[in-house]
């Protein structure tokens, strides 16, 4: 037996070893207190919330803020629901659907076309999508609004849709070609020589190899959209047009503010997010780490 070659192991000198060795790795003691102090961080406000909409309005001023009500009621609840709430609640669905499934389509299309073709007018194209990226949307609420003024379509829906999708197909494009760009070539080489048409590897085999980056974009475009409050607050004025964000309005008064109906129509309004997050929170992880491992 030579001396370089490796002593095999037994289940004796196993058991000898230290019993925090026995991954190869140290455990991050620091990161652990870190993660923990902000889990406490997220926490504490999610706790505040959830309790403070199940108290009174009078025993919001009275009780301690951090004590969960002695007496809970559900009149917060009913007071958010009886307001309108199932209006509100259909409208940011509405524009959240208008949104994100013609952003999503475009963009990927886009981000096909990019990535698969070398030509220069493309190239232009993807720097200008690029350029959208640096222009918030602030800075340009005045000509969107005059330009729905001069399309007839403010006080509606569809004039909170049509810039939303605007200025989601920038990140969009950038997300799904990078991608696009991932997948290996030779998978576009081979159903190439098979006779497949540019179409048909778009939609057999980009859209199901893009599924986990097609999730990520759909869900950030969606709550993007889903809390958005400039554009419904300057391109509508009817009250059923409002969207959910608009909708905390409602409680507010001259002389006050009532928290509890507030942090209750918060808490109705968060239950879609987190549903979503549910359903999708598999291909959302792994869209967001893809690439991350190269």
Not at 91 to 106: C, D, E, K, R, Y
Not at 203 to 229: D, Q
């Amino acid at each position: 037996m030579t001396k370089g070659a490796a002593q095999p192991t037994t289940p004796a000198a196993a058991a000898r070893r230290p019993r925090g060795h026995r991954s190869g790795r140290r455990r991050n003691w620091l990161g652990g207190a870190a993660g923990w102090l902000w889990l406490g961080v997220v926490i504490v406000p999610i706790y505040w919330i959830l309790i403070t909409s199940f108290k009174a309005q009078s025993d919001y001023f009275q009780a301690n803020a951090m004590i969960p009500p002695a007496d809970p009621t559900i009149v917060n609840y009913r007071l958010v629901l009886d307001s309108g709430f199932t209006r509100y609640f259909v409208n940011s669905l509405i524009v959240a659907f208008g949104t994100v499934v013609p952003a999503v389509a475009v963009s990927f299309m886009a981000a096909y076309a990019v990535v698969r073709s070398g030509g220069r007018f493309l190239r232009s194209v993807n720097a200008l999508f690029l350029m959208g990226l640096a222009i918030p949307l602030q800075a340009t609420i005045i000509p969107v609004y005059l330009i729905i003024i001069r399309l007839h379509l403010y006080d509606s829906l569809l004039a909170i849709i049509l810039p939303s999708i605007a200025f989601a197909i920038p990140l969009s494009v950038l997300v799904l070609s990078n991608f696009i760009r991932d997948v290996p070539k030779d998978l576009f080489e081979s159903m190439h020589t098979d006779g497949a048409s540019e179409w048909r590897m778009l939609w057999h085999l980009a859209l199901p190899l893009s599924r986990p980056a097609l999730v990520t974009v759909s869900t950030y475009n969606a709550l993007t959209v889903w809390n958005g409050f400039l554009l419904p607050l300057v391109l509508t004025a009817d009250p059923s047009r409002r969207t959910l964000p608009l909708a905390l309005w409602s409680f507010q008064g001259p002389y006050g503010y009532d928290v509890p109906a507030i942090l209750a129509s918060v808490v109705l309004t968060t239950l879609p997010i987190v549903a979503l997050y549910a359903v999708g929170r598999r291909q959302l992880v792994s869209g967001l780490t893809a690439g991350s491992g190269k």
